[in-house]
Each structure stands twice: as structure tokens, then as C-alpha cells.
């Protein structure tokens, strides 16, 4: 699938500004949106709106089908009536440039079970209201329209926090092996709790569709993020161990990752499972096209983080600390994307392709006709050959300065060699004074069909604003930025070059 000649702005929800101690889905949302339509751009690229999990990551998320419940407006549950007039008085102490995991997290959760204690009460009384009503409904169609995989999400969830998060093979009574007298018995001693996540993840999906419907009548679309691996403690993981490498207790026997590369002398080790990809074959891939399916409902183009793995991944046995001491070996192939196709039609999806790709990457992306990427960052340590050099880009592909996983253009400017920092000059005739906005114009001006650009880009904001560094398991994912630093040449600036270059 080919898109159009476009720009657009890479920024996670939870980068947003807002008082509630991290961005939500709430007004600086729409209003992101907004600024957005003013400076010419019409896609906006997250990462994955999954929760969140081990060092606060996106790509670790408890779910691959649910929404990340701290995304939630929790103004919007207080204009329902479910929150008290004085819930959301006293926010957790916050940098406004800064998330503080430790103190938000906490704080929303006990204003979300607030909320669904007050939805609970008002609808289940004689006296509820005709709107209440109404939303009880909504509720209700929701949770049988998402049933595949929301019961077996909330149930999940409920005992995670019963257990005090303690892993799922460590479960007694038969519930890690989803014995079905375990079950039943489950459902009825976590009935409380199992209503809470249901009713948070309805808060999310019906969030999320408003700001998106707000996105497209401002003629943005949303780019989002599918990680290819799901973390071991998770709904699906649990819920279909038949499609894991994993052990009879249900521990993997191997984990992903990749092994040492530009990011770390180590290499990666991730900690997923890994998939039995014979299983998902037998089944016609089934659990795969639901997930794209899922996703495609909820975003307009679908970022595949770590395309290599379709192709060939690295498989770490599980004692190793490290991803040094691994192997390549075979993935699906173009069999998944085939099944995929035939189920739901043209795919509108970005591989990420990045890093030393072997020739059949090369052939399954050439075989998909997916899009592939371009980051500038890596373009001016070689010469004139370069692949990520704009002259040599492919128009079927998306150009970036950088993604969440690189430094700022103005960090990695600091931190370039020598030859980096003469080859960018020379290319791009600057002497570095705004190696960022000049890095952006050569993306813009490149004739990949779509360009990119980090917020953080767009802010000239230095090292310390960067998202996440790979292979270090702590300390990132926590920036954000305030509307004082959003100045106005900032969008008529970006907006004057998307037009110069075609794509406005």
C-alpha cells in the first residue's frame, strides 16, 4: 500500500502536557491535534497504547488487544458524575517536563476505582438516570463486542492484583493452567474487580475514538505502533501458552531480543516469548489477524516495530543474562502477511527495518511491499553510499531525524564524530548552529512519500529529552513537554517547509 506524499509528528500521548501528572487522552490532546492541522502535518505517530510494563516501557504492555488506563481522562469521568467535585484537586507532585511514574501511577489508579465504583453504584440503583442508563448500555455492548479478549484480560488483571502482581505460572489452584473449575471460581471471587478493568478499558476505547474522530475531521491520522513481541506477563500469554515457547509450567525456554549492535555492546535481551509459529500456522495465523484487526480499529497505519523477526529472530535461551550467546532462526514469512491480507485486505503498515538485515528481511519487505525507514542519524558515519543519505532513499519508505529508541538531533549532534559532524556539514550546508530544523529539512525534502519529525526535534530540545535509551532497563520513557516551549514559528516554520516540499 503507498501513501501519500506527508508529514507528521512523532509524540506519545503520555508526552503531553496536562495536570494530572502525565498526558492523557484530555484537552492537551485535542489540542495537540489542532496545533498539528496548523502547521501542515497530518499524521500523529505514538508509540504503542498498550499499558505499560517492566521499567514503565510501552513495549512491555499487559495486553496486546487493551488500552494503556492511565491514558484516561480523568476530567472527562469527572464531567459524568463519577468523580466528587474535589478528586482531581490535589494532582501528584509533578515536573511538568517530567513523568514520575512512582507518584502518577498510583494516583490515577485510586481516582479510576473511584470512578468505577461511582458508574457501578449510579446504574445498578431504581433511581439511575436516563443517561446513566444509556451508559450502562454502552458498557454492556462493549464488553460483548470485545469479549475475545477482554474477559480473559480483565480475570488477568483482577488476579495480577490480588496476587500482588505476582507472576501468572506462580498461580495456585489450577488458574495458571486455566483449569475451568479454577476459572469459574475465579470470576466469581474477582467479580469487583474484573467490572473495574472492564469499565477502564471502556473509558479508554470511548476516549480514544472521540480523539480520533477529533484527529480526522482535522485531516490527521494516526500512526501506531504494533510491537512484534508481547511481554510473558500478559493476558494473551496466559491465555493461549499453546502459541509460547514455553515450558510445562509456563516459563519460557527461550526469550527475544537481538544481539550486539549499535545500541549496545551486549545486544538486547528483551525477555519476551517467542512464538511457536508452527502453532499459529496450524491455525491459519487466526491469533495474528486478530491482533492486526484490533489494532487497525484503533489506529490508521500500523508501525511493525522489529519487522526483521517475521523474516529471522534471535533466540536467547532463557538463562542467559545477555543476548550475546543466541541464534537466528527462521520466522513466519510472508505466510502470515498473506493470511493477514486475505482476511482483512490491504495492509496500511510501516516495517521497521532497521539495523544489519540479512537478505531474507530484504526479500520479505520486497515480497510485503511495506514501506521500510530512514533515520538521518545514522546516515553521516559512512560516505556517499550510505543508504540512510537522502539521495539515496526509496519513495515507497518513511524518513525520520530519529525514533523514540535514538537521542535528540541536538544530543546526537553533541555526542557525533568528527566525521559525522563533517559529512552532515558539507551535506547539508550547515555549520550546526541548527543541526536539528536542518536534519528535518533534508527529511522533508527527501522523496520518501512520508517524513516524520520527533516533538523534541521540532523544540530543539537537547539529550536529557530523549525517550528511551535500548538496553538500559530504567529511567526513560518519562519526557514531556510543556505548551511555554511550543512557540508560534515553531509551527509556521514546519508548516512553510511541508508546503515548499509537496507535502501539505
Same mark, same amino acid.
Given at each position: 500500500?503507498?501513501?501519500?506524499?506527508? +508529514?507528521?509528528? %512523532? %509524540?506519545?500521548?503520555? #508526552?503531553?502536557?496536562?495536570?494530572?501528572?502525565?498526558?492523557?487522552?484530555?484537552?492537551?490532546?485535542?489540542?495537540? *491535534?489542532?496545533?498539528?492541522? #496548523?502547521?501542515?502535518?497530518?499524521?500523529?505517530?505514538?508509540?504503542? $497504547?498498550?499499558?505499560i510494563g517492566p521499567g514503565n516501557?510501552?513495549?512491555?504492555?499487559s495486553s496486546a488487544f487493551a488500552?494503556?488506563? &492511565?491514558?484516561?481522562?480523568?476530567?472527562?469521568?469527572?464531567?459524568?458524575?463519577?468523580?466528587?467535585?474535589?478528586?482531581?484537586?490535589?494532582?501528584?507532585?509533578?515536573?511538568?517536563?517530567? *513523568?514520575? =511514574?512512582?507518584?502518577?501511577?498510583?494516583?490515577?489508579?485510586?481516582?479510576?476505582?473511584?470512578?468505577?465504583?461511582?458508574?457501578?453504584? #449510579?446504574? +445498578?440503583?431504581?433511581?439511575?438516570?436516563?443517561?446513566?442508563?444509556?451508559?450502562?448500555?454502552?458498557?454492556?455492548?462493549?464488553?460483548?463486542?470485545?469479549? #475475545?479478549?477482554?474477559?480473559?484480560?480483565?480475570?488477568?488483571?483482577?488476579?495480577?492484583?490480588?496476587?500482588?502482581?505476582?507472576?501468572?505460572?506462580?498461580?495456585?489452584?489450577? %488458574?495458571?493452567?486455566? /483449569?475451568?473449575?479454577?476459572?469459574?471460581?475465579?470470576?466469581?471471587?474477582?467479580?469487583?474487580?474484573?467490572?473495574?478493568?472492564?469499565?477502564?478499558?471502556?473509558?479508554?476505547?470511548?476516549?480514544? !475514538?472521540?480523539?480520533?474522530?477529533?484527529?480526522?475531521?482535522?485531516?490527521?491520522?494516526?500512526?501506531?505502533?504494533?510491537?512484534?513481541?508481547?511481554?510473558?506477563?500478559?493476558?494473551?500469554?496466559?491465555?493461549? /501458552?499453546?502459541?509460547?515457547?514455553?515450558?510445562?509450567?509456563?516459563?519460557?525456554?527461550?526469550?527475544?531480543?537481538?544481539?550486539?549492535?549499535?545500541?549496545?555492546?551486549?545486544?538486547?535481551?528483551?525477555?519476551?516469548?517467542?512464538?511457536?509459529?508452527?502453532?499459529? !500456522?496450524? @491455525?491459519?495465523? !487466526?491469533?495474528?489477524?486478530?491482533?492486526?484487526?484490533?489494532?487497525? @480499529? &484503533?489506529?490508521?497505519?500500523?508501525?511493525?516495530?522489529?519487522?526483521?523477526? =517475521?523474516?529471522?529472530?534471535?533466540? *536467547?535461551?532463557?538463562?542467559?543474562?545477555?543476548?550475546?550467546?543466541?541464534?537466528?532462526?527462521?520466522?513466519?514469512?510472508?505466510?502470515?502477511?498473506?493470511?493477514?491480507?486475505?482476511?482483512?485486505?490491504? &495492509?496500511?503498515? *510501516?516495517?521497521?527495518?532497521?539495523?544489519?538485515?540479512?537478505?531474507?528481511?530484504?526479500?520479505?519487505?520486497?515480497?510485503?511491499? =511495506?514501506?521500510?525507514?530512514?533515520?538521518?542519524?545514522?546516515?553521516?558515519?559512512?560516505?556517499?553510499?550510505?543508504?540512510?543519505?537522502?539521495?539515496?532513499?526509496? /519513495?515507497?519508505?518513511?524518513?525520520?531525524?530519529?525514533?523514540?529508541?535514538?537521542?535528540?538531533?541536538?544530543?546526537?549532534?553533541?555526542?557525533?564524530?568528527?566525521?559525522?559532524?563533517?559529512?552532515?556539514?558539507?551535506? $547539508?550546508?550547515?555549520?550546526?548552529?541548527?543541526?536539528?530544523?536542518?536534519?528535518?529539512?533534508?527529511?522533508?525534502?527527501?522523496?520518501?512519500?512520508?517524513?516524520?519529525?520527533?516533538? /523534541?526535534?521540532? &523544540?530543539?530540545?537537547?539529550?536529557?529529552?530523549?525517550?528511551?535509551?535500548?538496553?538500559?532497563?530504567?529511567?526513560?520513557?518519562?519526557?514531556r513537554f510543556d505548551w511555554s516551549?511550543?512557540?508560534?514559528?515553531?509551527?509556521?516554520?514546519?508548516?512553510?517547509?511541508?508546503?515548499?516540499?509537496?507535502?501539505?
Amino acid at each position: 500500500m503507498r501513501f501519500p506524499r506527508a +508529514s507528521g509528528v %512523532l %509524540l506519545h500521548p503520555t #508526552s503531553l502536557p496536562g495536570p494530572h501528572g502525565s498526558g492523557d487522552l484530555g484537552p492537551a490532546a485535542y489540542h495537540f *491535534i489542532d496545533w498539528m492541522q #496548523s502547521a501542515g502535518q497530518t499524521l500523529w505517530q505514538t508509540l504503542p $497504547l498498550g499499558g505499560i510494563g517492566p521499567g514503565n516501557s510501552p513495549y512491555m504492555s499487559s495486553s496486546a488487544f487493551a488500552g494503556n488506563v &492511565l491514558l484516561i481522562d480523568l476530567a472527562e469521568l469527572q464531567q459524568r458524575g463519577w468523580l466528587g467535585a474535589g478528586a482531581l484537586a490535589k494532582p501528584p507532585p509533578s515536573d511538568a517536563r517530567r *513523568i514520575d =511514574f512512582a507518584s502518577m501511577v498510583p494516583w490515577r489508579m485510586a481516582r479510576l476505582a473511584e470512578a468505577a465504583s461511582a458508574f457501578a453504584a #449510579s446504574t +445498578s440503583t431504581s433511581t439511575s438516570t436516563s443517561t446513566s442508563a444509556a451508559e450502562r448500555a454502552d458498557f454492556t455492548a462493549f464488553c460483548q463486542r470485545h469479549a #475475545s479478549w477482554l474477559d480473559d484480560y480483565a480475570l488477568f488483571m483482577a488476579r495480577c492484583e490480588a496476587t500482588g502482581w505476582a507472576e501468572w505460572p506462580g498461580w495456585p489452584d489450577g %488458574l495458571a493452567q486455566r /483449569q475451568p473449575a479454577a476459572m469459574a471460581a475465579a470470576r466469581t471471587r474477582h467479580a469487583q474487580a474484573i467490572a473495574f478493568w472492564q469499565f477502564c478499558q471502556w473509558c479508554f476505547f470511548r476516549q480514544w !475514538a472521540a480523539l480520533r474522530a477529533h484527529a480526522h475531521a482535522r485531516g490527521v491520522q494516526i500512526v501506531g505502533d504494533a510491537p512484534i513481541f508481547i511481554a510473558h506477563q500478559s493476558a494473551e500469554v496466559w491465555a493461549r /501458552q499453546d502459541l509460547f515457547e514455553l515450558d510445562a509450567s509456563g516459563r519460557p525456554t527461550v526469550v527475544a531480543g537481538v544481539p550486539p549492535d549499535y545500541f549496545s555492546a551486549t545486544g538486547q535481551r528483551w525477555g519476551n516469548p517467542l512464538y511457536r509459529w508452527a502453532a499459529h !500456522a496450524a @491455525e491459519g495465523h !487466526a491469533w495474528w489477524i486478530e491482533r492486526m484487526r484490533h489494532t487497525l @480499529e &484503533l489506529v490508521d497505519i500500523v508501525r511493525i516495530d522489529h519487522f526483521r523477526g =517475521f523474516a529471522d529472530y534471535w533466540e *536467547i535461551p532463557a538463562a542467559e543474562p545477555t543476548a550475546v550467546h543466541g541464534r537466528w532462526l527462521p520466522g513466519p514469512g510472508l505466510a502470515l502477511f498473506d493470511a493477514m491480507r486475505a482476511a482483512l485486505g490491504p &495492509l496500511p503498515l *510501516i516495517a521497521e527495518d532497521l539495523g544489519d538485515l540479512s537478505q531474507p528481511v530484504r526479500d520479505l519487505l520486497a515480497a510485503t511491499g =511495506f514501506p521500510g525507514m530512514a533515520v538521518l542519524q545514522f546516515a553521516f558515519a559512512g560516505d556517499a553510499s550510505g543508504p540512510f543519505l537522502p539521495h539515496n532513499h526509496q /519513495q515507497h519508505s518513511v524518513v525520520y531525524t530519529g525514533t523514540h529508541d535514538n537521542d535528540t538531533t541536538v544530543g546526537w549532534w553533541a555526542g557525533a564524530t568528527e566525521h559525522e559532524h563533517h559529512h552532515a556539514r558539507a551535506y $547539508l550546508g550547515t555549520d550546526g548552529h541548527d543541526i536539528g530544523w536542518a536534519m528535518m529539512r533534508a527529511g522533508a525534502a527527501s522523496v520518501a512519500d512520508t517524513v516524520v519529525h520527533p516533538m /523534541q526535534d521540532i &523544540l530543539v530540545l537537547p539529550t536529557d529529552c530523549r525517550m528511551n535509551r535500548p538496553g538500559s532497563p530504567s529511567g526513560w520513557w518519562v519526557w514531556r513537554f510543556d505548551w511555554s516551549q511550543v512557540h508560534p514559528w515553531h509551527g509556521h516554520r514546519l508548516a512553510d517547509m511541508t508546503r515548499l516540499f509537496g507535502r501539505a
